[in-house]
T-cell receptor, first 115, second 114 residues
Framework: AQSVSQHNHHVILSEAASLELGCNYSYGGTVNLFWYVQYPGQHLQLLLKYFSGDPLVKGIKGFEAEFIKSKFSFNLRKPSVQWSDTAEYFCAVNAMNSGYSTLTFGKGTMLLVSP | DTEVTQTPKHLVMGMTNKKSLKCEQHMGHRAMYWYKQKAKKPPELMFVYSYEKLSINESVPSRFSPECPNSSLLNLHLHALQPEDSALYLC?????????????FGPGTRLTVL
């Protein structure tokens, strides 16, 4: 079974600061990796995803993530955060079973950006 | 169409009520999922349907009863719920393709049990 670990439960930054949220996973097979964002009171939205190819993936709203296979990591980055980035961020790993996928989420990181 | 729709958006029910949550997708996905999400927690998998057959039931209480009438629809029937069942219920669907098995999530139904 796969597992996902997010390093920080809460992160507080000032606007324009750089962001890096850590995510490590454990799984013996091929995985697909995702970052989701959930704004206060809102539903889950996909930020970016990695299936194969270039390990540096770019997502919406200026976010990017780098897949480092040797470290089993998929850290999320943004060069300059905005107040509107205040949200809960979930890393997730998806493994394939017979006919369906099993998506495992990390516990989430709450990002608070102060203006 | 890359959308998963869920109805209703909000639901308030008493502990003796019977209600149903509905989910629909027209992406041709043959795997569909129900998740439960409590505030500030990640979604927790409840049920998985693959080709309209129940593949996973994550030890969910019998007061939650899933149904997959066809490949596009997924229902969650609710009966005799408890206040602790109040949560956001998310539906998702995916392809059966290991190279691209992204799960597409609906907006959720916010359920309050009084």
């Amino acid at each position: 079974a796969q597992s996902v670990s997010q390093h920080n439960h809460h992160v507080i930054l000032s606007e324009a600061a750089s962001l890096e949220l850590g995510c490590n996973y454990s799984y013996g097979g091929t995985v697909n990796l995702f970052w989701y964002v959930q704004y206060p009171g809102q539903h889950l939205q996909l930020l970016l995803k990695y299936f194969s190819g270039d390990p540096l993936v770019k997502g919406i709203k200026g976010f990017e993530a780098e897949f480092i296979k040797s470290k089993f990591s998929f850290n999320l980055r943004k060069p300059s955060v905005q107040w509107s980035d205040t949200a809960e961020y979930f890393c997730a790993v998806n493994a394939m079973n017979s006919g369906y996928s099993t998506l495992t989420f990390g516990k989430g990181t709450m990002l608070l950006v102060s203006p | 169409d890359t959308e998963v729709t869920q109805t209703p958006k909000h639901l308030v029910m008493g502990m003796t009520n019977k209600k149903s949550l509905k989910c629909e997708q027209h992406m041709g996905h043959r795997a569909m999922y129900w998740y439960k999400q409590k505030a500030k927690k990640p979604p927790e998998l409840m049920f998985v349907y693959s080709y309209e057959k129940l593949s996973i039931n994550e030890s969910v209480p019998s007061r939650f009863s899933p149904e997959c009438p066809n490949s596009s629809l997924l229902n969650l029937h609710l009966h005799a719920l408890q206040p602790e069942d109040s949560a956001l219920y998310l539906c998702a669907s995916s392809r059966q393709d290991a190279s691209n098995n992204e799960q597409f999530f609906g907006p959720g139904t916010r359920l309050t049990v009084l």
